[in-house]
């Protein structure tokens, strides 16, 4: 969160709205990374990665992007239309938890991001669910970074604060501390979505 | 005179040694074939997730008939008043209708055990929580026993018993006892259909008009994880949930979300069997959610903060739907029944 580590349960973030947050849950898919070389090649991967930000610092494994100078990365939070369908992912307890109900539409939760906000005086939950097509996220960041040989490691970074502004100041308390089945609301937060990550 | 009593006890002591090798030619302990146990694949049905077996502990045969005899042995207990069986009846799901006894079901699929979430890990951490604390297994009556030790050796490749081999053989046992035949497993998987009282309750609990989906995904009925869903307050003792466990303030109230399998069995529910029909627990999320600071963020949703406010027809839908959970095959299965 803004440079620092992830906390859970503790009510001590601040977004650009001014709420006080705590994060309780934060489980998300990212996937079809494309990694653009200095000379204008790309790499494409369409694998898919669940992450539960509870456990210590996920990895993953990316093989055979070649050696060399890049200049961009993009990848999906969330998942492709393809993919978005009920029972298109492994049938893991992660994918079962993540599905969306085939009564909504069927296919995956892209993100789930929960927690508490001081509404007034009073602690009050707030859940940031993201879901279908239309509201993927693209992120796209812009730059360098180079990819040396053996096992080279990128450092994606989220900054959470981010889901709440950029262009959307989001505040709970008048943007809606519920993003289900609020279609505005998970617009909103599918636009902030673009540049929550960073390459460390 | 002298010498005759001499020879008599040499005889003796021939034949003594004689009926002993004889004895030891027959004990099976002495002749156990090589060790070579036979891998057992645990078939859950396509609508349930993948199980993880962990790779330190690989399901065998020999290692669930172990399991299996344990779970309904009163050997486990130190002073033989009771087995796992005492408090887990199949006929019941695997509790005992009436108390807030967790039933035994699909637990392969779960890392968090006990209402409160006190332990967490493996199903093999759980277990050898049941025999080292809950049962205390005086290991010694088992070691004794003419059978165990033969039985351990096939399972484990070793007559020398202990707590953690007995964990392991009850954790193969329990993840073979996989409940997934109900009429809701048969209608995801296109097999039979739902009544129309059935689906429009379905689509209660898997839509944001219930929104029970959130915490009781759709298989396993289980996210497998802690929330506190509003029953208190003010915690107090076994109320306050895995706050005992973790002692921070936002785990107040909260409990494991149980599976719903065979939950029309049940006469109790909520880790205090507070409630005693199902009628009371819809009742519970359509008008009874009290509020807290650690009152799971799902429950207070624009429109529900006073509950669900499902009209009465709306409540015996959702009911109806609870009905199909009931899992006929499981509490029959044979696989799972007491092999002694």
């Not at chain 1, 669940?50 to 996920?58: H, L, S």
């Not at chain 2, 002073?79 to 637990?107: D, E, M």
């Not at chain 2, 030790?149 to 007559?159: D, E, N, R, V």
Request: a negative charge.
């Amino acid at each position: 969160m803004d440079g620092s580590k992830l906390e859970f349960n503790s009510i001590k973030y601040v977004n650009a709205a001014v709420n006080n947050y705590s994060v309780s849950k934060l489980h998300f898919y990212i996937s079809a990374f494309e990694f653009e070389n200095t000379d204008g090649s790309k790499f494409t991967f369409d694998s898919i990665f669940y992450v539960d930000a509870a456990i210590q610092t996920p990895s993953f494994a990316l093989e055979g992007l070649p050696v060399g100078n890049y200049k961009s990365l993009r990848f999906l939070i969330g998942l492709d239309s393809l993919h978005n369908i009920s029972h298109a992912l492994p049938n893991t307890i992660d994918n079962e938890n993540m599905s969306w109900p085939d009564m909504m539409g069927g296919g995956y939760h892209f993100m789930k991001l929960e927690g508490n906000f001081m509404d007034g005086g009073n602690p009050t939950g707030y859940a940031m669910h993201l879901g279908k097509n239309v509201h993927v996220v693209q992120v796209n960041i812009q730059k360098d970074f180079k990819v040396s040989g053996g096992t080279a490691a990128l450092n994606l970074e989220m900054n959470i604060n981010e889901w709440f502004s950029n262009p959307h100041n989001y505040d709970f308390n008048i943007d809606g501390n519920y993003s289900m089945s609020d279609s505005v609301a998970m617009s909103k937060l599918a636009l902030n979505g673009k540049d929550v990550f960073n390459i460390q | 005179m002298k010498l005759k009593v001499i020879f008599t006890i040499l005889i003796v002591g021939l034949l003594s040694v004689l009926a002993c090798k004889k004895d030891k030619d027959d004990d099976p302990i002495n002749n156990l074939p090589p060790y070579n146990p036979t891998p057992y694949t645990i078939n859950t049905p396509s609508n349930l997730p993948a199980m993880n077996v962990p790779s330190f502990n690989p399901t065998t045969v020999e290692g669930v008939y172990l399991g299996r005899k344990l779970y309904y042995d009163k050997l486990l207990h130190p002073t033989g008043t009771s087995s796992c069986s005492s408090c887990h009846i199949q006929s019941q799901g695997f509790a005992v209708t009436g108390t807030n006894i967790i039933p035994h079901v699909n637990l392969g699929y779960q890392n968090k055990f006990l209402w409160n979430g006190e332990i967490q890990g493996t199903l093999e951490d759980a277990m050898m929580f049941e025999v080292e604390t809950f049962f205390n297994t005086d290991i010694s009556r088992l070691q004794k026993d003419s059978l165990y030790p033969i039985l351990f050796y096939k399972a484990f490749g070793s007559t020398t018993i202990d707590t953690k081999k007995c964990a392991y053989a009850l954790a193969q046992f329990l993840r073979t006892v996989v409940s997934g035949n109900s009429k809701l497993d048969r209608f995801i998987r296109h097999e039979t259909l739902f009544t129309a009282d059935e689906i429009q309750g379905f689509n209660i609990f898997f839509s944001e008009k219930g929104d029970c989906f959130h915490c009781h995904s759709l298989s396993l009925t289980s996210d497998g994880d802690l929330h506190n869903i509003g029953l208190d307050s003010v915690f107090t003792g076994v109320n306050a949930g895995y706050y005992n466990v973790s002692h921070n303030a936002a785990d107040y109230g909260k409990f494991r979300t149980p599976s719903l399998r065979n939950t029309a069995l049940k006469t109790t529910f909520m880790h205090d069997a507070r409630f005693t029909t199902l009628d009371q627990v819809i009742e519970h999320y359509n008008t009874g959610v009290k509020h807290s600071p650690s009152l799971d963020p799902v429950m207070t949703k624009p429109g529900k903060e006073l509950g669900l406010q499902l009209t009465p027809l709306e409540k015996q839908k959702l009911k109806a739907f609870l009905l199909t959970l009931t899992d006929s095959t499981f509490l029959n299965n044979p696989d799972f029944s007491n092999p002694n």
